[in-house]
């Protein structure tokens, strides 16, 4: 497979499992970076190595929306450098793998990669501000949120893609399936299967069995 094109690309198909892998992948870079952060103030003697260690499988993207809400950037302590640089970019990356992910299996389920909007920044953004909305106006807001962010989880994690070919590209599942029945044993060849027999082994003219022997 080419990682680049799975992990980078937007163009093409991705089925559930491919989707489901990259977000394995991504909580385990997650891991890996929280790690080289503990790892870093260590050696700085800034603070202990700790062994609790928290993975989530959201794409590591909740710091996302604090970005444009003004708020978040008011903060109480001094800024941790290392912390910022590697948080940023760990979620700058993380954003790629999941848009580039995501789009292409919503072009599986034969959907544009626009509908990534309603699936995913809409539901964030009321998260992020829901505190401001009027409490009139938190109730259908939190329901719409909440059936749009449903609605995208089936959509890309639960729901298989649409049969054959679509506007987007072959179908992932029939690559597969082609790949598979074309390893086992190689393919019957009658030329090799038929045995020539040379002519002298045949009976010399002249000879000829008699009737009723």
């Not at 992948?25 to 890996?32: K, T």
């Not at 939190?142 to 893609?161: C, D, K, N, Q, R």
């Not at 030329?191 to 000879?207: D, K, Q």
């Amino acid at each position: 497979m080419d990682w680049t094109w799975y992990l980078f690309r937007f163009d093409g198909r991705i089925n559930r499992a491919l989707i489901w892998q990259a977000l394995l992948i991504v909580a385990l870079a997650a891991g890996l970076l929280e790690l080289i952060n503990q790892a870093i103030h260590v050696l700085n003697g800034q603070r202990s190595f700790t062994t609790g260690l928290t993975v989530n499988f959201d794409f590591g993207l909740d710091d996302l929306f604090k970005a444009v809400d003004p708020r978040a950037h008011h903060l109480p302590r001094p800024v941790d450098a290392t912390n910022l640089i590697i948080r940023g970019i760990g979620n700058a990356l993380f954003l790629w793998i999941y848009l580039a992910t995501a789009i292409k299996r919503l072009h599986d389920r034969d959907r544009s990669g626009w509908w990534i909007v309603l699936f995913f920044f809409v539901p964030g953004l009321y998260s992020q501000f829901s505190d401001l909305l009027p409490r009139s106006l938190t109730p259908p807001f939190s329901l719409t949120a909440s059936i749009l962010w449903l609605w995208g989880v089936v959509e890309m994690f639960i729901v298989p893609g649409t049969s054959g070919h679509n506007r987007f590209g072959p179908d992932p599942l029939l690559d597969v399936e082609d790949s598979a029945a074309a390893s086992p044993a190689k393919s019957w060849e009658q030329s090799r299967e038929i045995e020539f027999v040379p002519p002298t082994a045949s009976p010399p003219g002249g000879m000829h069995v008699k009737r009723g022997a």
